[in-house]
T-cell receptor, first 119, second 110 residues
Framework: EAQVTQNPRYLITVTGKKLTVTCSQN?????MSWYRQDPGLGLRQIYY???????DKGDVPEGYKVSRKEKRNFPLILESPSPNQTSLYFC??????????????????FGPGTRLTVL | DAKTTQPNSMESNEEEPVHLPCNHS???????IHWYRQLPSQGPEYVIH???SNVNNRMASLAIAEDRKSSTLILHRATLRDAAVYYC???????????FGPGTSLSVIP
């Protein structure tokens, strides 16, 4: 089954304790992205990756790191989490970062989300 | 990417049609209009997209104004399972910095 998986789904941690949220897709997609979702603010993009070893900042990258060593994986790293990073996080992937009007190319697939609480 | 404006919330009775509006007055000529929805406790999922002509698929229809400054997602018969947040987005030529606004929260009344 084609899917995007995230782990863990729920995480409670304390300020300053490094953590990694994993994201994996099995669709051979080039493009992957991380979003955070907060009440009233919709989805805001944190980082994205157009292909292996190619990453770039989204709208809210402060306090986050990413890496793309393999096509299927795109982990989100919080080196020193703070309470303002308490949020719901989604990973997404699509065949290409370029949209063309083609359904196969343009559709983004989202993971189930990771709810992070930083105390 | 161009910005979109949607009502914060809408309500519909079950089995009735629902028209979810989206304004995108700064849309460029090559911007496709995409709709996603997010069911409770799930990640967003693709619904439909189009450029100029009206589009239909098994989930919904998309009606695009002639000047393309607005569009309407149409759910022909709302069910309780359609209760979700609906997002209208304009990725432009890439998803590099796509903007998902707060969307429209649709409630379906039995």
């Amino acid at each position: 089954e084609a899917q995007v998986t995230q782990n863990p789904r729920y995480l409670i941690t304390v300020t300053g304790k490094k953590l990694t949220v994993t994201c994996s897709q099995n669709m051979n997609h080039e493009y992957m992205s991380w979003y955070r979702q907060d009440p009233g603010l919709g989805l805001r993009q944190i980082y994205y990756s157009m292909n292996v070893e190619v990453t770039d900042k989204g709208d809210v990258p402060e306090g986050y790191k990413v890496s793309r060593k393999e096509k299927r994986n795109f982990p989100l790293i919080l080196e020193s989490p703070s309470p303002n990073q308490t949020s719901l996080y989604f990973c997404a992937s699509s065949l290409s970062s370029r949209t063309s009007g083609d359904l196969n190319t343009d559709t983004q697939y989202f993971g189930p989300g990771t709810r992070l609480t930083v105390l | 990417d161009a910005k979109t404006t949607q009502p914060n919330s809408m309500e519909s009775n079950e089995e009735e049609p629902v028209h979810l509006p989206c304004n995108h007055s700064t849309i460029s000529g090559t911007d496709y209009i995409h709709w996603y929805r997010q069911l409770p406790s799930q990640g967003p999922e693709y619904v439909i997209h189009g450029l100029t002509s009206n589009v239909n698929n098994r989930m919904a229809s998309l009606a695009i104004a002639e000047d393309r400054k607005s569009s309407t997602l149409i759910l022909h018969r709302a069910t309780l399972r359609d209760a979700a947040v609906y997002y209208c987005i304009l990725p432009g030529t890439s998803y590099d910095k796509v903007i998902f606004g707060p969307g429209t929260s649709l409630s379906v009344i039995p």
